[in-house]
Each structure stands twice: as structure tokens, then as C-alpha cells.
Antibody, heavy 119, light 107 residues
Framework: EVQLVDSGGGLVQPGGSLRLSCSAS????????MNWVRQAPGKGLEWVSFISSTSSATYYADSVKGRFSISRDNAKSSLYLQMNSLRAEDTAVYYC????????????WGQGTLVTVSS | DIQMTQSPSSLSASVGDRVTITCQAS??????LNWYQRKPGKAPKLLIYAASNLETGVPSRFSGSGSGTDFTFTISSLQPEDIATYYC?????????FGQGTKVEIK
């Protein structure tokens, strides 16, 4: 059974940093592209970042470019999101999501981890 | 960026009703469109990919159609377990963007 377990969320002050993790099981993690998607309170879903299966390509939404960094450890079947210079508008539930084949079709999602940026 | 406009933002229907949600892209996205279901407190679930392909294990009462800029998502016979918010998402190019969601409730 495919499982994605998100963790690492919490309360952080504006300007602070946080590192999210996503632990994968039930499939061959190393052959799948992965993503982070977030949902702010009362808002819709927003794609945040992408990483290819071999880490050769990474992409970011303009709203987080230069502040967030996506990475993965295929030996540990884990995905990460390093978030720096956090702002109030980064407050959201963050989901890791597996991409089906070579397209941005998010076929499995984690349960999400809540990040709250507030003083 | 490609904007995805969903309508309605919410709807209320009776069990057994046919429910239709539309999604309009701000430019031609061919058939690069997915539909997701999100229930409160749960992870989003892929229902339809490439505009009209039913994801494995998804009940056949769910369907999708369209191409270019105009797309439709249909629940042929609404069931109580279908109460959720539904989102469209394009993947024609980055950034991949979602519609604002349609909340479906039982009347």
C-alpha cells in the first residue's frame, strides 16, 4: 500500500526556518518525481515545488523561489522541504504528493503537516 | 500563469442527483487537466486525469470531459460519501495551478 507521511510542521516566527519531511513506503520511491503542495486556511490548493526522481531537476512557485529548497534521499525514501525566511502568508497545510509518470498528475498525497507562521 | 476558473464555488444536491462542475482555463491546455476530491481532514485524492481518464479504483459514477479551455466534471448519481470539495488542476506548463474548488453538499 502506498503511504506518504508528512511531518515537521509547527509554529514558527516570521523570518524563521522549518524543515518538512515526507516518508514514503509501499512503492519504489527512487523512480518517482515528487512535489510539495500547500493549502492556506480558507484558500485553495497551491503547487509549491517539484523534484525529479534523480534530483537532477527542481522547480519552485514564484511565491517561494529563493526561500524554499526541495531535496530527497532515495536511500531513505524521504522527501524534504527546507523553508527559510518564512512569512505569515506561508501559513498552510503542506502536502507531499507523488507525480504519476512524467506528468504533474498527483496520484498519491500525504496527510499534510500544518505550518503556522506567527509572532 | 494559467488561471483555472471553477464554477460553481458550492452546490447543494440530493442523493441520486446528477452533479456537474465546470472548469475553464485562461488558455488552451489541450487535455492536461486533473480532478481531485478533498474530504475534510483527509489528503486530496486523484479522481480523473488527462481530462477524462478514471483513476484506478474510482467509482464509475465520476467522469470528466473537455479539451482546450472548457472542462466538465460529473457525478452521475450523488452519494452521501461524495460530500467533499472538488478541484481541477492543469499541467500544461509550470506553474501547475488549481481551480478555487467546488464544495458539494447534500440537500
Amino acid at each position: 500500500e502506498v503511504q506518504l507521511v508528512d511531518s515537521g510542521g509547527g509554529l514558527v516566527q516570521p523570518g524563521g526556518s522549518l524543515r518538512l519531511s515526507c516518508s514514503a513506503s509501499g512503492f519504489t520511491f527512487s523512480i518517482y518525481d515528487m512535489n510539495w503542495v500547500r493549502q492556506a486556511p480558507g484558500k485553495g490548493l497551491e503547487w509549491v515545488s517539484f523534484i525529479s526522481s534523480t534530483s537532477s531537476a527542481t522547480y519552485y512557485a514564484d511565491s517561494v523561489k529563493g526561500r524554499f529548497s526541495i531535496s530527497r534521499d532515495n536511500a531513505k525514501s524521504s522527501l524534504y522541504l527546507q523553508m527559510n525566511s518564512l512569512r505569515a502568508e506561508d501559513t498552510a497545510v503542506y502536502y507531499c504528493a507523488r507525480a504519476q509518470s512524467a506528468a504533474a498528475i498527483f496520484d498519491f498525497w500525504g496527510q499534510g503537516t500544518l505550518v503556522t507562521v506567527s509572532s | 500563469d494559467i488561471q483555472m476558473t471553477q464554477s460553481p464555488s458550492s452546490l447543494s444536491a440530493s442523493v441520486g442527483d446528477r452533479v456537474t462542475i465546470t472548469c475553464q482555463a485562461s488558455q488552451d491546455i489541450s487535455n492536461y487537466l486533473n480532478w481531485y476530491q478533498r474530504k475534510p481532514g483527509k489528503a486530496p485524492k486523484l479522481l480523473i486525469y488527462a481530462a477524462s481518464n478514471l483513476e484506478t479504483g474510482v467509482p464509475s459514477r465520476f467522469s470528466g470531459s473537455g479539451s482546450g479551455t472548457d472542462f466538465t466534471f460529473t457525478i452521475s448519481s450523488l452519494q452521501p460519501e461524495d460530500i467533499a470539495t472538488y478541484y481541477c488542476q492543469h499541467y500544461e506548463n509550470r506553474p501547475w495551478t488549481f481551480g478555487q474548488g467546488t464544495k458539494v453538499e447534500i440537500k
